[in-house]
């Protein structure tokens, strides 16, 4: 089945996987290598057992690249949080349906701050807890692992979310899928309507990152039938 509207494919480096005493370094290599935005994974110790980095490194990342920033918060208060990542530099922001803070009034703070929103659902949330969502967003994130780490093994089930949102619910915008996506398991994604592609350690674990993120993208854009 060809999906007409699904929009143009992006491979997005997950910047967790990178070597944070060089980070500006490995910016630009995965901006070499052809990667299109940057992947930026917050989390806070609450959300998510792991506690990575704040909007202090986000504003250092900032400077450092002119490609777009795509903050994922896997955090419980994202509505206490948007606007000091807004002003870090992010350009987009996506916050988990999960959170503590009222979806709808997080996503139109995002977008009173300018930003592109996103919603984020983990591998065990349904569908339907987006689905209210979809006039105030500008992204739909279906997380393939559990948030937290870096490095987890693709979760196939949630394929199927993917190709509900794309095909029956039949949204337009941008769904970005997040964790254990490398070249074996891309194409299920894009199959299914995922067209932003999360990559952490299949670009910056590779030998040669821009053979990686070629790779990513051909095998996705192959797996979407041209569309
Ligand atoms: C998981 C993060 C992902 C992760 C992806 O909590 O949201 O972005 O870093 O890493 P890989 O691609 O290694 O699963
Ligand atoms: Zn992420």
């Known amino acids: 089945v ?21 980070l500006g370094e490995h910016l630009r290599a995965a901006e070499d290598a052809g990667a299109d935005l940057h992947h930026v994974d ?5 959300f998510v057992p792991n506690i ?19 903050c994922h918060l896997m955090i419980e208060r994202p509505l206490a949080y948007a606007k000091a990542f807004a002003e870090a530099g992010a350009d987009s922001i996506t916050f988990h349906v999960e959170a503590k803070d009222p979806a709808r009034e ?30 105030v967003v500008d992204m739909v994130l ?6 937290g780490f870096g490095g987890q093994k693709f979760i196939p089930e949630v394929l199927d979310k993917t ?17 254990g996506i490398n070249g074996e ?7 299914a309507g995922a067209n932003v592609l999360v990559a952490g350690t299949a670009v910056y674990g590779a030998k040669d990152m821009a053979a990686a993120v070629r790779t990513l993208r051909e095998r996705a854009e192959a797996a979407r039938g041209g569309a």
Do not use: Q, Y
């Open 2 to 22: 060809r999906v007409a509207a699904t929009p143009r494919i992006s491979i997005a480096p997950s910047l967790l996987s990178s070597d944070f005493s060089r």
């Open 185 to 191: 398991t891309v194409a299920a994604c894009a199959a």
């Open 52 to 70: 990575t980095l704040g909007p202090p490194v986000v504003a250092a990342i900032r400077k450092a690249t002119r490609a777009p920033l795509d």
């Open 142 to 147: 279906v997380m393939s692992v559990f948030p």
């Open 106 to 135: 997080v996503a139109l703070a995002i977008r009173a701050l300018g930003k592109r929103a996103g919603v984020a659902l983990n591998p065990d949330t349904p569908l339907d807890r987006v689905l209210p969502l979809l006039d």
């Open 163 to 179: 190709r509900r949102l794309r095909r029956e619910v039949g949204w337009a915008g941008d769904i970005e899928m997040d964790g």
């Open 42 to 46: 917050v989390m806070d110790g609450h």
